[in-house]
């Protein structure tokens, strides 16, 4: 008889500690908003850009960098070009 007792006190400790926590569970509207959440986060990512987009936004900077520079190069000549036949009729 004092096994039993025992092993029920033990059980009404295990009981007080359940009791304990459950105040500090989720409850299914708590889980709800976090559904919410998430779908409203798993909306968004495709919309994002990826590693894969910032290398080819990249590529294309670069792309764009050298027609800049080639273009600055061929400004350059042409005018120094002109000024050279110009000073040439001058004279």
């Known amino acids: 008889m004092d096994d039993v007792l025992k092993r029920l006190g033990m059980?009404?400790?295990q009981v007080g500690s359940i009791a304990a926590v459950i105040p500090h569970l989720a409850?299914?509207?708590?889980?709800n908003e976090i559904?919410?959440?998430?779908n409203?986060?798993?909306?968004?990512?495709?919309?994002?850009?990826t590693k894969a987009d910032l290398?080819?936004?990249?590529?294309?900077?670069g792309c764009m960098e050298t027609r800049?520079?080639?273009w600055i190069i061929t400004?350059?000549?042409a005018?120094?070009?002109?000024?050279?036949?110009?000073?040439?009729?001058v004279h």
């Open 11 to 13: 059980m009404e400790v």
């Open 27 to 31: 409850t299914k509207a708590d889980l």
């Open 35 to 38: 559904k919410g959440q998430v």
């Open 40 to 49: 409203g986060i798993a909306a968004t990512i495709p919309h994002l850009a």
């Open 55 to 61: 290398n080819d936004l990249r590529s294309e900077i």
């Open 68 to 70: 800049i520079i080639k």
């Open 75 to 77: 400004t350059v000549i």
């Open 79 to 89: 005018t120094a070009a002109l000024a050279f036949t110009i000073a040439k009729f």
